[in-house]
């Protein structure tokens, strides 16, 4: 007898390119140091160690906004969003992670999708870290799968995302998170930002 499968209600995690990044990298790290230098203080959140800047991003005009914005709406309008959906911001804020540093699990209640924008990521810079959020329930189904379909189903407790510079990833803002120590002598530069999807 046969047998097929069928995967049913996914965790959708959407990986995004920013164009023409390599003409715009410098730029933007430029604009993220100056406004690290203009607040050195900034915000501890999730992070341990590093430098976050307020989220505050969202509410004028500046590269980092043009970029992200840009970008999503490209690639929300290839008919990954219904006709007429739009979004807005709850939050955008930059990252800086030295050596050592890293973020500590937790999500981003209050909004709907999150998103991480990666702007240098040196090697050995601290992968992105996805938890199953069902992995309580799943535990037990999936430590009995074999290698191959794990693999084939992304059927595991967590998901790692090495990240690329100038590629944004996009994923529901329930879904816990974090972020490994940057084990690299240079910077790890990123901005992160919340979605809210007008109803």
């Not at 991480?116 to 992995?135: A, S, Y």
């Amino acid at each position: 007898m046969g047998g097929d499968m069928k995967l049913l209600f996914p965790t959708v995690i959407h990986e995004l390119k920013v164009g023409n990044f390599r003409s715009i990298k410098k730029e933007l790290m430029d604009y993220v140091y100056d406004q690290h230098d203009r607040d050195p203080k900034g915000l501890n959140l999730s992070n341990m160690g590093g430098w976050q800047s307020q989220p505050i991003y969202f509410n004028h005009k500046n590269i980092l906004l043009s970029i992200v914005t840009e970008t999503l709406q490209s690639y929300f309008s290839k008919g990954v969003l219904g006709e007429g959906e739009e979004f807005t911001y709850k939050g955008l804020w930059m990252n800086i992670n030295r050596k050592g540093d890293y973020n500590t699990t937790h999500d981003h209640p209050l909004s709907h999708m999150a998103g991480v924008f990666w702007i240098k990521t040196p090697k050995d810079c601290g992968n992105l870290i996805l938890e199953n959020p069902r992995h309580f329930v799943c535990a037990h189904e999936m430590r009995r799968y074999s290698d191959d379909f794990r693999s084939l189903t992304n059927s595991y407790p967590s998901y790692l995302i090495t990240p690329t510079e100038g590629d944004i990833t996009l994923f529901p803002s329930s879904l816990s998170h974090r972020v490994e120590v940057n084990e690299s002598d240079d910077d790890r530069i990123s901005a992160s930002f919340n979605l809210i999807f007008k109803t």
